[in-house]
Nanobody, 116 residues
């Protein structure tokens, strides 16, 4: 069974950077598309970025294009999200998972807080 553990969250000033990590245990299928999502208080969970577990094809939400970079090391079973030029609107709990259902059980997420 695939398990997900997010880490690397924190509190930063606007314009700062953070790198999130998602440790993936188990054996993801080679055709999985892995993704980062985020959920702010009172808001629905939204897609942030996705990448194929095997291969380098990636995609981003318009709100983060040019600022965030998704990457992975499939041999090390780790997904990353490099977040630059952070804005207060990026404040949310960030989760990793497959890009679409059926989802793996959700981890606890990583809190990202961006102050102005």
């Amino acid at each position: 069974q695939v398990q997900l553990v997010e880490s690397g969250g924190g509190s930063v000033q606007a314009g700062g950077s953070l790198r999130l990590s998602c440790a993936v245990s188990g054996r993801p299928a080679s055709n999985y598309v892995m993704a980062w999502f985020r959920q702010a208080p009172g808001k629905e969970r939204e897609f942030v970025a996705g990448i194929r577990w095997i291969g380098e094809s990636s995609l981003y939400a318009d709100s983060v294009k040019g600022r965030f970079t998704i990457s992975k090391d499939s041999t090390a079973s780790t997904l990353y999200l490099q977040m630059n030029d952070l804005k207060p609107a990026d404040t949310a709990v960030y989760y990793c998972n497959k890009v679409s259902a059926p989802f793996v059980p959700w981890g606890q997420g990583a809190q990202v807080t961006v102050s102005s």
